[in-house]
C-alpha cells in the first residue's frame, strides 16, 4: 500500500458530505424500520439536525447495503496521512458500524459499545480519581465552612442551604442566560437574537435537556438546583454549550468554513463525548467561575459524573445487584434520590446506556486539550465546534 497522502480540501469536504449522508440514511432507515419501536425508540441516530437543506440522506434499503458504503468511506479514510482527521473519521466510521450491527439485531457487549460506539475505555474510572475528587471536595467545602460532619453531610448541607425555591428558577435562569450569552457572544460565537425558555417536566432520566427545535431547555422539577448548577446548566445545554453549537455548525457548513460532516454534531456516535465535554467546560470557555460555591459544584459535579461512569460499568459489564450499585453511588458521590435513580435507568438502555461515559472522558479530553491551547484560545475555538471530533482525536490537537 501506498503511503498516506494530504488529501485536498475538496476531497476532505466531499467525504465530509458523503459520512453525513450515510449517518443520516441510516438514522432514517432506523425510525423506517423500527417504526419507533426499536433500538432507539423516536430519538433516532441524530436527535437534531439541522442540514436537510444542505445534505440529502443517502437511501439504504438494507443495513447490508449501510455496512457497504461504511467499509467504502473506511478505505478513503486510511488513505489520509495520520493525524486528528484521520483518527476522527476511523473512530465515526467503526461508530456507525457498530450502530448497524446493533439496529440490524446483533449483540455487541457493553465494553464494546463503550469502545466503538462512544469512543471511550472500557472501564471504571480508577479509585484513586474519586478519591482525589474527593479530597479536593473536602478541601472546598472546609475553606467555606463545612467542616463538621462526613463528607457526605457536608455536601448534602450545603446543597440544601443553596437550593433555589421552584418559583425562583425562572428569573435566575433568565438572568443565567442573558450573562452567559453575553460571554459566548464575545468570546465563543456570536449568537444573535438566539434564547431559549425554561421548560420544567418530571420523570425523565437527565437533569437537563436542550430542546433545541422547542427553544426551551427542559429542566428535571423532580430534582432541586443549586445556583451554580442552575448556571452550569445553562452553560452545558445553551451558551456555549449545546444550542451554541448547533448554531456555529450550521454557519460554518453554511459558509463552506467547515466540512459537511460538523452538521452530525448530536449524533449518538463518537462525536457525542465532544458534544458533552463542550458542554460541561462552557462555562470555563466563557471564563465564569466566580464563587466558592462555583468550585464547589463544579468538584461535586466531576465527582458525579465519574462515579456514574464508573457504576455503569459495574451495573452493565460486571453485573452488579441494582442495591450494590445504589449504595457504591450513594457512598461515592453523595446524589440526590432522583439523579442515583436516573442514572440506573439511563445506564440499562440497550443503546444510550453506555453513553453514560461520554460525560466523564468528553469532559477531560475537552479540559485537556482546552488547557493546552493557554492563549491559542481563537484557534482552539475553531478546532472545538468548527470541526468534528472523536475523545481520541481531540487529544491529538496541538
Not at 309 to 318: G, H, K, P, R
Amino acid at each position: 500500500m501506498s503511503d498516506p497522502q494530504p488529501q485536498s480540501p475538496e476531497h476532505d469536504f466531499d467525504i465530509g458530505r458523503r459520512l453525513t449522508a450515510l449517518a443520516i440514511g441510516i438514522d432514517q432507515l432506523e425510525r423506517r424500520l423500527s417504526k419507533g419501536r426499536g433500538t432507539l425508540d423516536s430519538e433516532g441516530l441524530v436527535p437534531i439536525y439541522l442540514g436537510s437543506d444542505l445534505v440529502q440522506p443517502a437511501e439504504y434499503s438494507s443495513w447490508e447495503e449501510a455496512h457497504e458504503w461504511l467499509e467504502g468511506l473506511e478505505q478513503e479514510a486510511r488513505s489520509y496521512p495520520a493525524g486528528p482527521r484521520q483518527r476522527f473519521l476511523l473512530d465515526m466510521i467503526d461508530s456507525l458500524r457498530a450502530a448497524v450491527q446493533l439496529f440490524s439485531g446483533q449483540d455487541l457487549s457493553f465494553a464494546e459499545k463503550l469502545k466503538r460506539l462512544v469512543g471511550v475505555p472500557a472501564e471504571p474510572i480508577e479509585p484513586e480519581r474519586l478519591e482525589a475528587l474527593q479530597s479536593e471536595l473536602d478541601s472546598l467545602l472546609s475553606g467555606l465552612g463545612y467542616r463538621q460532619g462526613t463528607l457526605a453531610e457536608r455536601a448534602a448541607r450545603w446543597e440544601e442551604e443553596r437550593f433555589v425555591e421552584s418559583d425562583q428558577l425562572e428569573p435566575l435562569f433568565q438572568r443565567f442566560m442573558a450573562e452567559a450569552q453575553r460571554r459566548t457572544d464575545e468570546r465563543v460565537f456570536p449568537t444573535g437574537d438566539y434564547s431559549m425558555r425554561l421548560n420544567l417536566v418530571q420523570d425523565v432520566p437527565y437533569s437537563a435537556r436542550c430542546n433545541f427545535e422547542q427553544g426551551q431547555m427542559d429542566l428535571n422539577a423532580d430534582l432541586r438546583f443549586t445556583p451554580s448548577g442552575l448556571k452550569h446548566l445553562v452553560c452545558h445545554e445553551v451558551f456555549p454549550g449545546h444550542s451554541t453549537q448547533l448554531l456555529y455548525t450550521l454557519e460554518a457548513a453554511r459558509r463552506g468554513e467547515s466540512t459537511p460532516d460538523v452538521l452530525l454534531c448530536t449524533a449518538n456516535t463518537v462525536v457525542g463525548a465532544i458534544q458533552e465535554g463542550i458542554g460541561d467546560q462552557g462555562i470555563h470557555l466563557i471564563d465564569w467561575i466566580e464563587t466558592p460555591d462555583d468550585a464547589i459544584y463544579l468538584t461535586l459535579r466531576r465527582l458525579r459524573t465519574a462515579a456514574a461512569t464508573s457504576a455503569a460499568w459495574y451495573q452493565m459489564a460486571e453485573g452488579w445487584p441494582l442495591e450494590k450499585v445504589r449504595g457504591f453511588l450513594q457512598e461515592t458521590a453523595f446524589p440526590q434520590e432522583t439523579w442515583l435513580e436516573g442514572r440506573l435507568r439511563f445506564a440499562a438502555h440497550p443503546f444510550r446506556g453506555p453513553f453514560i461515559a461520554s460525560y466523564w472522558f468528553g469532559d477531560e479530553a475537552v479540559r485537556e486539550a482546552r488547557e493546552r491551547a493557554g492563549k491559542r484560545q481563537a484557534e482552539f475555538v475553531r478546532f472545538l465546534y468548527g470541526t468534528m471530533n472523536s475523545v481520541e482525536s481531540m487529544r491529538m490537537w496541538a
